[in-house]
């Protein structure tokens, strides 16, 4: 997987594709991640990227150009499965968007800024638009962050444990169950018997049932969808 970042601010995007599982899958040559700085395609010499709004209002705007640019010079490089654009007037993002996205080969992710991009580049280019949740961020950057971790996880090969990935919360429908680790009592509370047991048919169905139980009491919202 390609995915390529048009941002005002790489700088801001940086430390999440560093550490952890990210890099990992980076290093490991499943997934390519690159930054454009918008400002490398803007005309004049002040490197204007933004500008006021038609009809007045607080608030500037990604001008279309620079963008047009950028996206013109990359789709003549390749050609792309999804153009994101990251805003809070995208359709929310959930498991089932990030399992569809992983499955793309080349993606560009859009980050908006200010009060968001000239419509038009959204009428020309856009494929897909994403918010990460019902609020307003300072920018794309960070949801563009939020959306890359939860699809390059779902890569296979990315994730040590090739299960792991299928028994996250939302996967089914369900929020994950109670886990426990060693020791087995702390500070005198002990792990459900049925985790020892070593039976582990039991141990699914405990699990399931205990799934059940958390969505029902925390996310009834998810059982009236299935
Ligand atoms: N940009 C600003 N707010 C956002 C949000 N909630 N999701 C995605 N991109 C955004």
């Given at each position: 997987m390609r995915i390529d970042i048009i941002t005002v601010l790489p700088e801001?995007?940086?430390?999440?594709?560093?550490?952890?599982?990210?890099?990992r899958a980076i290093e490991k040559g499943l997934v390519e991640v690159h930054m454009h700085n918008l400002r490398d395609y803007a005309s004049n010499k002040y490197k204007q990227v933004d500008d006021y709004q038609f009809g007045g209002g607080a608030g500037?705007?990604?001008?279309?150009e620079p963008i047009d640019k950028c996206m013109q010079q990359l789709s003549s490089e390749r050609s792309y499965d999804e153009i994101i654009y990251m805003t809070p007037d995208g359709s929310t993002l959930n498991q089932q968007t990030a399992n569809t996205l992983s499955l793309k080969e080349n993606m560009i992710?859009?980050?908006g800024h200010y009060k968001g991009v000239d419509q038009r580049i959204r009428d020309l280019w856009i494929t897909r638009e994403v918010s990460i949740g019902d609020y307003v961020l300072s920018g794309g950057e960070l949801g563009a962050a939020v959306l890359?971790?939860?699809?390059?996880?779902?890569?296979?090969?990315?994730?040590n444990d090739e299960t792991s990935a299928l028994t996250d919360s939302f996967q089914d429908q369900l929020l994950a169950p109670p886990v426990?680790?060693?020791?087995?009592?702390?500070?005198?509370?002990k792990v459900p018997e049925v985790l020892t047991s070593g039976n582990f048919e039991k141990i699914?169905?405990?699990?399931?049932?205990e799934a059940y139980r958390r969505t029902a009491e925390r996310r009834p919202d998810l059982l009236d969808r299935s």
């Amino acid at each position: 997987m390609r995915i390529d970042i048009i941002t005002v601010l790489p700088e801001l995007l940086k430390s999440p594709f560093e550490a952890s599982i990210l890099k990992r899958a980076i290093e490991k040559g499943l997934v390519e991640v690159h930054m454009h700085n918008l400002r490398d395609y803007a005309s004049n010499k002040y490197k204007q990227v933004d500008d006021y709004q038609f009809g007045g209002g607080a608030g500037m705007v990604l001008m279309p150009e620079p963008i047009d640019k950028c996206m013109q010079q990359l789709s003549s490089e390749r050609s792309y499965d999804e153009i994101i654009y990251m805003t809070p007037d995208g359709s929310t993002l959930n498991q089932q968007t990030a399992n569809t996205l992983s499955l793309k080969e080349n993606m560009i992710i859009l980050c908006g800024h200010y009060k968001g991009v000239d419509q038009r580049i959204r009428d020309l280019w856009i494929t897909r638009e994403v918010s990460i949740g019902d609020y307003v961020l300072s920018g794309g950057e960070l949801g563009a962050a939020v959306l890359c971790d939860a699809i390059i996880r779902l890569i296979p090969g990315v994730l040590n444990d090739e299960t792991s990935a299928l028994t996250d919360s939302f996967q089914d429908q369900l929020l994950a169950p109670p886990v426990y680790t060693r020791p087995r009592e702390f500070k005198g509370m002990k792990v459900p018997e049925v985790l020892t047991s070593g039976n582990f048919e039991k141990i699914e169905a405990w699990r399931e049932a205990e799934a059940y139980r958390r969505t029902a009491e925390r996310r009834p919202d998810l059982l009236d969808r299935s």
